[in-house]
């Protein structure tokens, strides 16, 4: 088949699943549904030119399988608004086309991978209100483009990396309602950065909700309101 673009979002149609018979579209490079329920779609690796994948508004559960990481030329990916459960899959860090990785408002556990430094092309990491703990890996500092990091509404832990000194995009820096229990030290290089593009090109800090220890250090902005204990 020729169609290389499906939005079928914004209706009231219930399919369910994904129909079998779709694993014939090898020209799909965008599709977009929403009402879609039960386990991750395994389909996605019949489509060897998907790039544009959204399947948020959703009713999907379970993990996102191993099987999700052979679609290595996928570059937007929404799952937000499911019931996705379960960790990252580590494999994720194969998806090196990847530029938006939206899977907010879900279920998903476990950390961030520590080789997400090797997605290189990422620019925007969505992953606010699910249940996921562990620290921001040093890795980050690999992700040149990176311009939104929101991880706000989980359990993360641990200290800031200066790691994120190295990250110069950063626009949208949302981190608040963790449980980021230490001092905030040695990222002076990132805050100034980051309110200098905040004033620029607009966006916003949120590191309330946490447990920082005193003092926050001068450098982080004020708008940021991470106040301490």
């Known amino acids: 088949s020729s169609v290389t673009k499906l939005w079928l979002h914004q209706n009231k149609l219930d399919y369910g699943s994904i129909p079998k018979g779709w694993s014939g579209l090898k020209s799909l490079s965008d599709i977009h549904l929403d009402n879609l329920k039960g386990s991750f779609p395994l389909i996605l690796q019949d489509w060897p030119s998907i790039q544009d994948v959204n399947f948020g508004n959703?009713?999907?559960?379970?993990?996102?399988?191993?099987?999700?990481?052979?679609?290595?030329?996928?570059?937007?990916?929404?799952?937000?608004?499911?019931?996705?459960?379960?960790?990252?899959?580590?494999?994720?860090?194969?998806?090196?086309?990847?530029?938006?990785?939206?899977?907010?408002?879900?279920?998903?556990?476990?950390?961030?991978?520590?080789?997400?430094?090797?997605?290189?092309?990422?620019?925007?990491?969505?992953?606010?209100?699910?249940?996921?703990?562990?620290?921001?890996?040093?890795?980050?500092?690999?992700?040149?483009?990176?311009?939104?990091?929101?991880?706000?509404?989980?359990?993360?832990?641990?200290?800031?990396?200066t790691a994120l000194n190295n990250v110069g995009s950063m626009q949208d820096f949302i981190i608040n309602?963790?449980?980021?229990?230490?001092?905030?030290?040695?990222?002076?290089?990132?805050?100034?950065?980051?309110?200098?593009?905040?004033?620029?090109?607009?966006?916003?800090c949120k590191m309330f909700n946490n447990r920082w220890k005193c003092p926050i250090p001068s450098y982080v902005l004020n708008s940021c309101n991470a106040t301490c204990t």
């Open 58 to 161: 959703s009713q999907l559960q379970g993990e996102i399988p191993d099987s999700f990481c052979k679609s290595r030329t996928i570059q937007e990916f929404h799952v937000y608004n499911n019931a996705l459960s379960g960790p990252l899959p580590e494999c994720l860090c194969q998806m090196r086309n990847i530029t938006i990785f939206d899977a907010a408002n879900n279920q998903l556990s476990g950390s961030l991978p520590s080789c997400i430094g090797n997605m290189t092309f990422l620019f925007e990491i969505h992953l606010s209100t699910n249940r996921m703990s562990g620290s921001i890996p040093n890795s980050i500092s690999s992700l040149g483009f990176l311009q939104t990091l929101d991880i706000s509404y989980n359990q993360f832990s641990g200290e800031l990396p």
């Open 177 to 204: 309602d963790n449980i980021f229990n230490t001092a905030i030290t040695g990222l002076d290089a990132f805050f100034n950065r980051l309110g200098a593009t905040i004033s620029v090109y607009g966006g916003s």
